[in-house]
Every structure is written in C-alpha cells, then in structure tokens.
C-alpha cells in the first residue's frame, strides 16, 4: 500500500492550558519526569522548574507592566 493510497490525516491538536488553579493562560511550558508519567502543563508565569534568570527577566517585567512601561 503505497500513501497516495491512504487519506490525508492533519495532526492531532492538543489542548492543555495552565493547571495552577484559577488561571485559563494556554500552557505552553509542560514537564515530565518520564514517558510514562503524563506530562503537566503550566504558563511561563507559573512554571515551577524556570532558571534564576528566567525568574528575574519575569520578576523585571511583571514590575515595569505595573509601572506602565513598554517592555518587549
């Protein structure tokens, strides 16, 4: 059976938003010990395993959002 033979599939679409409770952000940032442990999934806001620079770069611009600064 050759694949001009078979159907066209799309790829399966996943939806997984952030699991800390009370937030609906789309989770972008899974983690999982290993492939037989289902993966958990968080926004970069609430993502528990982020390096000590990732944490300061959001902590820089979660202050100057409030401060009504532009950042990019």
């Known amino acids: ?9 799309g790829p399966d679409l996943y939806i997984h938003y952030c699991e800390h409770q009370g937030c609906d952000n789309w989770g972008s940032w899974g983690n999982s010990p290993s492939a037989t442990v ?9 993502f528990p395993h982020k390096s000590f620079e990732q944490e300061q770069a959001l902590r820089r611009k979660l202050e100057d959002a409030e401060g009504g600064t532009t950042v990019q």
């Open 1 to 9: 059976m050759s694949d001009i033979d078979r159907a066209p599939k």
């Open 38 to 46: 289902t993966t958990r999934w968080w926004c970069f806001e609430h």
